[in-house]
């Protein structure tokens, strides 16, 4: 008799602890989804600027043919080559790009919300809005050092580790492109 007791009370803990297991990652998948979302739109617009910075090296401006060069009197928008590859571009990079082609395992809610954002240019603006956060939150830290966490506290962005690390990504890219300044581990100031 004790024994059934005692495998009863063991199912019910186990049950209990898998459920709050379940939660957990409810919650951890969300955030990573979120994450995903943030890190495939950034892809896109690297791709994108990517897209348009390629006509400008292959096609400096001493190889414009001499005929493209007086039709842009006429017609500039027309006769730039730059513009017609930058039109021409979206619509072919659509059907055969390898991101469109390499999604089908990370999920559909990352790639429709990533696929929202790159299509709508109101979604484009959400996605560089954390920057311009990060940037307004610096210009009033004046000359401290910060901890990513605490700037996404600021921003109220701490509800989990996911919308940390998007600040923390944030931060990093600042970083590198000068606007933020490293002062050691974990520790970010305003730019130079």
């Known amino acids: 008799m004790v024994s059934g007791t005692h495998t009863a009370h063991a199912i019910e803990t186990t049950a209990e602890s898998l ?5 957990r990652l409810e919650t951890q998948k969300q955030a990573l989804e979120r994450e995903l979302a943030a890190v495939v739109a950034h892809l896109c617009s690297v791709r994108r600027a990517l897209g348009a910075l390629r006509p400008l090296l292959t096609a400096p401006d ?4 001499d005929q ?11 006769a730039d080559p730059r513009a017609a590859a930058d039109s021409a571009k979206p619509a ?11 999604r089908g395992r990370a ?24 920057t311009e956060q990060i940037m307004q ?6 000359d401290t050092d910060v901890r990513a966490r605490d700037v996404a506290a600021a921003l109220g962005r701490d509800t989990d580790s996911g919308s940390i690390n ?27």
């Open 137 to 142: 939150y610096f210009a009033g830290a004046g």
């Open 19 to 23: 459920q709050a297991d379940l939660a």
């Open 107 to 130: 999920g559909t809610a990352g790639a429709s919300t990533a696929g929202t954002a790159a299509a709508d240019p109101a979604g484009a603006k959400a996605y560089g809005r954390l």
């Open 62 to 65: 001493a190889a414009i043919p």
């Open 166 to 192: 998007a600040v923390r990504s944030t931060l990093d890219r600042l970083v590198a492109a000068s606007r933020v300044r490293r002062t050691g581990r974990g520790l970010y100031r305003a730019g130079p």
């Open 68 to 78: 493209a060069r007086t039709a842009a009197h006429a017609d500039p928008r027309a």
């Open 92 to 102: 072919s990079r659509s059907a055969g790009s390898p991101a469109a082609k390499g």
